[in-house]
């Protein structure tokens, strides 16, 4: 095997100008085709990872949500005492109106006890409203200042229906960093909202914090052992599976693509092999007549693309992790934080993908030097020494 190894590597590196040229534009499009995919494939999972990060710290791993408000005490000391459970927050959500100025948005009002708006918004409420940062710009509410809130459902009257209306004061203003909760969310006070809405909640229930959220579904379960029939709970991987899997087919598909590119990398070797038989035609007839079988003339070649496929895989690797720590290092990829939740993308090498793109070019490689290979293990000895 060894001898085979060092003339394949022999055969591989001696020729003439134009052969040369095609070994290293072979060696080229195999680098440039890993490299590429990699990059692409470490951005997409550097998104999603990023994307989870931040969705993870600005809202609650699982939403349990009850169908009815008896024993709801009781419903979230049973939820504490779950397996996994960190932190619960009871929280009723209600449906609103606020306007500043004639300016009217559509918001959720969420109700909550002044010592969990203090834990999870870092503001303080006693008679008035906290609003999100996005709000507060896009109306140009300012702290101190006083809002209108509108209850929709309102109140029957003897002149009709009339919508409840207060005016409160916005004693917070806080920032989450996600839209729904920094442009369509306003804080409360759990019994003024109560005073002010009445009954006609939304949802009522608790928001679930975790020691580990990414055994969030194992922890729903769990729970919805405990509560019984009474409640629904939702984790946030349930909450946010259509944008997760959107991501991942959007990954599969550019993934196809790039590794096209691969594929036809691969069939410079095919060329390259091509032309390595007809220059080798010569030395392949003498080696057979020294005893060198058909099977070890097919390996010898096929060695050859084996080692440029794998060359090029390794180098190709190398300069994805080189590419990876330039746009993780000066965050080369910026996007408007709006929009994305960050204000740029980071690169994240998932061993998955490594795997899956290492082994695919080395037996694309491979699989490109088999033709070439059989023509030159088919050589007749005859004929090639009579020519001569």
Known sequence: ???????????????????????????????????????????????????????????????????????????????????????????????????????IFSVSVKAMSKEDIKKVYGVET???????????DVLGIKKGEEVLLLSPMGRRTPFGFLPKVRSFKVEGVFQKGVFD?????????????????????????????????????????????????DAIARSWIDLNKPLFNALELEKVGISFVLMLMVLIASFNITSLLFMKVREKVRDIAVLRTFGLRKRQVLLIFLLQGLILGIAGTVLGFGLSLFGGYLINQYKLIRVP???????????????????FTLVGAILLSLLASLLPAYKASRQSIVQVLRNE
């Open 1 to 103: 095997m060894i001898p085979l190894l060092r003339l394949s590597f022999r055969y591989l590196l001696s020729g003439k100008g134009s052969t040369q040229l095609v070994s290293f534009v072979a060696l080229l499009g195999i680098i440039l085709g890993v490299s590429a995919l990699l990059l692409t494939m470490a951005v997409f999972a550097g998104f999603q990872q990023a994307l989870k990060e931040k969705i993870l710290s600005t809202s609650p791993h699982i939403i349990v949500s009850l169908l009815n408000q008896e024993s709801a005490e009781e419903k979230k000391q049973t939820i504490e005492s779950v397996k996994g459970v960190e932190r619960v927050y009871a929280v009723v959500l209600y449906q609103g109106l606020v306007s500043k100025d004639g300016r």
């Open 126 to 136: 006693f008679d008035g409203v906290a609003v999100g940062a996005g709000l507060a």
């Open 181 to 229: 909760q920094d442009y369509a969310t306003v804080i409360m006070e759990e019994q003024r909202a109560k005073d002010f809405f009445g009954d006609d909640y939304q949802l009522l229930g608790y928001e679930v914090y975790l020691k580990d959220p990414y055994k969030a579904q194992d922890v729903k379960h769990r729970i919805e052992k405990v509560i019984g029939i």
């Open 337 to 355: 934080a709006d929009v994305y939740l960050m204000d740029h993308i980071p690169a994240h090498f998932e061993m998955g993908d490594i795997l």
